[in-house]
């Protein structure tokens, strides 16, 4: 139990377009994801909580409307970056909780604009 | 001072060999710790919860010792296929059930 699918695994897309993530818990409901970023020998770098009907809550740093986040059911959550710049490169993880803390990860999305 | 500070590696160990990796944290109410493991570009999985009393998974064994903040994980009889990234995980006291990442320690186990 507990998979969680995320959706695509690799993009290549060109500067100023959007690209959008989704991420979808398989097994069970989930009422907070979480989307992480990850660059290379880096650890992963929490950018937003996502809660199932509400707005996002985004870390400090994370510009808001470069980083659109949307939970609009118990099971998914989409992340869309846009104006996608090359410094916007990078693996990007989601998350999502059962309950309690554990959080299960999608197998992540590996942005590459050009 | 990090949230979560890791050895930051790289070990490597011949199969066979027990490593052990450690971990402090700053936050003294954290409550839940976590080891998660990191294939390289892939996400990460947990690896087991770590309790008080300490907690053993086969080969692996998590040690919490709440009045130093330090957490442990012990591997013994190192398999080729343990080779990964190792990641010290700890709750966000006060947040959204959000979790602090350790940076990791990277572990090579060589034939």
């Known amino acids: 139990g507990a998979v969680v699918s995320q959706h695509p695994s690799w993009v290549i897309c060109k500067s100023g377009t959007s690209v959008k993530i989704e991420c979808r818990s398989l097994?069970?409901?989930?009422?907070?994801m979480f989307w992480y970023r990850q660059f290379p020998k880096q650890s992963l770098m929490l950018m937003a909580t996502?809660?199932?009907?509400?707005?996002?809550?985004?870390e400090q740093g994370v510009e808001k409307d470069k980083f659109l986040i949307n939970h609009a059911s118990l099971t998914l959550s989409t992340l869309t970056v846009t104006s996608a710049h090359p410094e916007d490169s990078s693996f990007y993880i989601c998350?999502?909780?059962?309950?309690?803390?554990?959080?299960?990860f999608g197998a992540g999305t590996r942005l590459s604009v050009l | 001072r990090k949230e979560v500070e890791q050895d930051p590696g790289p070990f490597n160990v011949p199969e066979g060999a027990t490593v052990a990796f450690n971990c402090t944290y700053s936050?003294?109410?954290?409550?839940?710790f976590f080891w998660y493991r990191q294939d390289c570009r892939k996400e990460p999985k947990l690896l087991m919860s770590?309790?008080?009393s300490g907690n053993e998974d086969g080969r692996f064994t998590a040690q919490l010792n709440r009045a130093s903040q330090y957490i442990s994980l012990l591997i013994r009889d190192s398999k080729l296929s343990d080779s990964a990234t190792y990641l010290c995980?700890?709750?966000?006291?006060?947040?959204?059930?959000?979790?602090?990442f350790g940076s990791g320690t990277q572990l090579t186990v060589l034939p």
């Open positions: 996502s809660n199932e009907g509400s707005k996002a809550t985004y």
């Open positions: 998350s999502a909780q059962t309950g309690g803390d554990i959080q299960y």
């Open positions: 936050n003294s109410a954290s409550q839940s």
């Open positions: 995980v700890v709750n966000k006291p006060g947040s959204a059930r959000q979790l602090t």
């Open positions: 097994d069970f409901q989930a009422t907070t």
């Open positions: 770590v309790y008080s």
